[in-house]
């Protein structure tokens, strides 16, 4: 058995760069991984998703450029095309990452399955065939999550893509039925519709982004539904079967009646599960929540002293941001001595549909929920100066402001390049700049981030 000072299980968003990190800092380390360096960001997530929906964008852009004075021809899908940049993308990521770990002292990266043999030993069953047993003081479990599938009668029969194997296809789908309504959802149905797809979403709750407020959900329905996506909410698929010509029947029950529906595909997007079931916990005592996923504190602390787990798997916030900067908690307070937790992290994030949802803080239901002292204000785009110019109308910007400290709570830019204004309002948020001061600060002209002097003229003192 080889002893190392640290053992990694999962090269994802954490754990790739934890183990750089540590080795050129003179620890003896070990990574494991049973699939891709790069886990589901590089892989399965952001990088082929974000690689595909600039393609759709392009396919959907002669709508936007008639509007502009702008006559093109016909559009051509080359899904091939599009596909084949995708693939080259994730694998100049992939070996990228894989290549500058190899060339690091002190890093060994195994490619394997690991589990637990032991409190601080790790069995290793190695792509290669063979098995090897590795031990450290130090373990940090960074093994992410997959696709939930719902238990749905028929659905195994027909078959189904989840967001890892849609990315395989190579053809367009007929017509896409998407059970869920959120992330991966819209961002696969509006990008598969402006492929040419016909494209229907199945979401269970009253509303699709329902952890969002409900204008903003309600204003990104209207508008992927003017665009030409089916949306039906309150929706339960009840049965899948295989038609005579080769088609898929689903039988939905929505808002208390039965419908049938026939698809060529169905995608599964009902959120992730945690990769615990497999790493034989048992053998550590790392203890998991009810629901999978690994309990921490907020240094990402196990139960058990000297194993710490990172990234999805925790149960925290599930994107590749959290789990990179859950690795710079670890590895500052590991090897400098720092107090990081978690506790009091700024959460931004960004839906890449088109207007992107850019979010940061806490929503206007959260503030209600928790009885905080708030006041809100919206500023449509369709009054965006910049968004007239750009014909980029759709959406709204969104703001809660504590009104006697006056800082910045939350919001919400759903809007062409929501995600990058949503950053200018977290470094607003990071930095303590209340919203009086962002009233009459000097933006350039003619930027969307203008606009925030404008929203934040609309609070009344
Ligand atoms: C379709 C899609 C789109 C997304 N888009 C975005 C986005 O735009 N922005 C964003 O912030 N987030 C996005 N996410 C979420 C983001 O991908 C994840 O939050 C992020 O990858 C989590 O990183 P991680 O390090 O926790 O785990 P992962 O990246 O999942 O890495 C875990 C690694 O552990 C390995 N592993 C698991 N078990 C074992 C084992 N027993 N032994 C060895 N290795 C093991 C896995 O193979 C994997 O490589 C998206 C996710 C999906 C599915
Ligand atoms: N741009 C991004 O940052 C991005 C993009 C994609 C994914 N992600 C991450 O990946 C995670 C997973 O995304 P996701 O969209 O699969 O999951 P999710 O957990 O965000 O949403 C799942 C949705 O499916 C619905 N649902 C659950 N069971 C259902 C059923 N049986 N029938 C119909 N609807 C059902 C839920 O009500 C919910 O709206 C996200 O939470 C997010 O953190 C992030």
Same mark, same amino acid.
């Given at each position: 058995?080889?002893?190392?000072?640290?053992?990694?299980?999962?090269?994802?968003?954490?754990?790739?760069?934890?183990?750089?990190?540590?080795?050129?800092?003179?620890?003896?380390?070990?990574?494991?991984?049973?699939?891709?360096?790069?886990?589901?960001?590089?892989?399965?997530?952001?990088?082929?998703?974000?690689?595909?929906?600039?393609?759709?964008?392009?396919?959907?852009?002669?709508?936007?450029?008639?509007?502009?004075?702008?006559?093109?021809?016909?559009?051509?899908?080359?899904?091939?095309?599009?596909?084949?940049?995708?693939?080259?993308? !994730?694998?100049?990521?992939?070996?990228? @990452?894989?290549?500058? /770990? *190899?060339? &690091?002292?002190?890093?060994? $990266? %195994?490619? +394997?399955?690991?589990?637990?043999?032991?409190?601080?030993?790790?069995?290793?069953?190695?792509?290669?065939?063979?098995?090897?047993?590795?031990?450290?003081?130090?373990?940090?479990?960074?093994?992410?999550?997959?696709?939930?599938?719902?238990?749905?009668?028929?659905?195994?029969? !027909?078959?189904?893509?989840?967001?890892? @194997?849609?990315?395989? /296809? *190579?053809? &367009?789908?007929?017509?896409? $039925? %998407?059970? +869920?309504?959120?992330?991966?959802?819209?961002?696969?149905?509006?990008?598969?519709?402006?492929?040419?797809?016909?494209?229907?979403?199945?979401?269970?709750?009253?509303?699709?982004?329902?952890?969002?407020?409900?204008?903003?959900?309600?204003?990104?329905?209207?508008?992927?539904?003017?665009?030409?996506?089916?949306?039906?909410?309150?929706?339960?698929? *009840?049965?899948?079967?295989?038609?005579?010509?080769?088609?898929?029947?689903?039988?939905?029950?929505?808002?208390?009646?039965?419908?049938?529906?026939?698809?060529?595909?169905?995608?599964?997007?009902?959120?992730?599960?945690?990769?615990?079931?497999?790493?034989?916990?048992?053998?550590?005592?790392?203890?998991?929540?009810?629901?999978?996923?690994?309990?921490?504190?907020?240094?990402?602390?196990?139960?058990?002293?000297?194993?710490?787990?990172?990234?999805?798997?925790?149960?925290?916030?599930?994107?590749?941001?959290?789990?990179?900067?859950?690795?710079?908690?670890?590895?500052?307070?590991?090897?400098?001595?720092?107090?990081?937790?978690?506790?009091?992290?700024?959460?931004?994030?960004?839906?890449?549909?088109?207007?992107?949802?850019?979010?940061?803080?806490?929503?206007?239901?959260?503030?209600?929920?928790?009885?905080?002292?708030?006041?809100?204000?919206?500023?449509?785009?369709?009054?965006?100066?910049?968004?007239?110019?750009?014909?980029?109308?759709?959406?709204?910007?969104?703001?809660?402001?504590?009104?006697?400290?006056?800082?910045?709570?939350?919001?919400?830019?759903?809007?062409?390049?929501?995600?990058?204004?949503?950053?200018?309002?977290?470094?607003?948020?990071?930095?303590?700049?209340?919203?009086?001061?962002?009233?009459?600060?000097?933006?350039?002209?003619?930027?969307?981030?203008?606009?925030?002097?404008?929203?934040?003229?609309?609070?009344?003192?």
């Amino acid at each position: 058995m080889t002893h190392y000072d640290v053992i990694i299980i999962g090269a994802g968003q954490a754990g790739l760069p934890l183990a750089r990190k540590l080795a050129k800092a003179g620890k003896k380390t070990c990574l494991i991984e049973k699939r891709f360096v790069g886990g589901t960001c590089i892989n399965d997530g952001c990088t082929p998703t974000k690689t595909m929906i600039v393609s759709a964008r392009a396919a959907h852009q002669p709508i936007k450029a008639k509007q502009l004075g702008i006559e093109t021809g016909p559009v051509l899908v080359d899904f091939k095309a599009i596909k084949a940049r995708k693939d080259k993308i !994730v694998e100049q990521f992939r070996t990228g @990452s894989q290549k500058s /770990l *190899e060339t &690091i002292e002190n890093l060994t $990266l %195994i490619f +394997g399955d690991a589990q637990f043999s032991g409190k601080k030993d790790v069995l290793v069953m190695k792509t290669d065939g063979s098995r090897e047993t590795v031990s450290a003081e130090w373990i940090f479990i960074n093994t992410g999550t997959s696709s939930a599938v719902p238990e749905i009668s028929g659905l195994s029969d !027909v078959g189904y893509l989840t967001s890892t @194997s849609i990315l395989d /296809l *190579e053809e &367009i789908p007929e017509h896409l $039925l %998407i059970i +869920g309504g959120s992330y991966i959802a819209l961002e696969f149905g509006q990008m598969f519709h402006r492929f040419g797809s016909r494209v229907t979403i199945l979401e269970r709750s009253e509303r699709i982004m329902s952890k969002e407020d409900a204008d903003i959900s309600l204003e990104l329905r209207k508008i992927l539904e003017n665009e030409g996506l089916g949306i039906i909410t309150e929706a339960r698929a *009840e049965k899948f079967t295989r038609d005579h010509d080769g088609g898929i029947k689903v039988e939905i029950l929505a808002a208390g009646t039965m419908q049938t529906i026939a698809c060529s595909h169905v995608l599964v997007a009902i959120g992730r599960q945690p990769q615990t079931g497999t790493l034989a916990l048992d053998q550590c005592g790392v203890i998991l929540d009810s629901r999978g996923y690994v309990q921490v504190n907020e240094r990402l602390e196990t139960n058990v002293a000297g194993i710490w787990a990172l990234g999805d798997v925790n149960g925290g916030p599930a994107f590749t941001h959290i789990s990179y900067n859950d690795h710079i908690i670890v590895y500052e307070n590991l090897m400098n001595g720092s107090k990081y937790s978690t506790k009091g992290r700024t959460l931004p994030y960004c839906m890449f549909t088109d207007p992107q949802l850019g979010r940061v803080g806490i929503s206007e239901q959260q503030a209600k929920s928790s009885g905080l002292n708030f006041k809100v204000v919206t500023l449509p785009m369709a009054n965006v100066a910049r968004g007239i110019e750009t014909g980029e109308t759709l959406g709204l910007m969104k703001a809660l402001v504590d009104p006697v400290t006056k800082k910045i709570l939350g919001a919400a830019i759903l809007a062409e390049q929501g995600g990058e204004v949503i950053s200018v309002l977290q470094m607003a948020i990071e930095g303590g700049i209340t919203y009086d001061r962002i009233r009459s600060y000097v933006f350039a002209h003619p930027t969307y981030s203008e606009s925030l002097n404008n929203l934040f003229m609309k609070i009344q003192d």
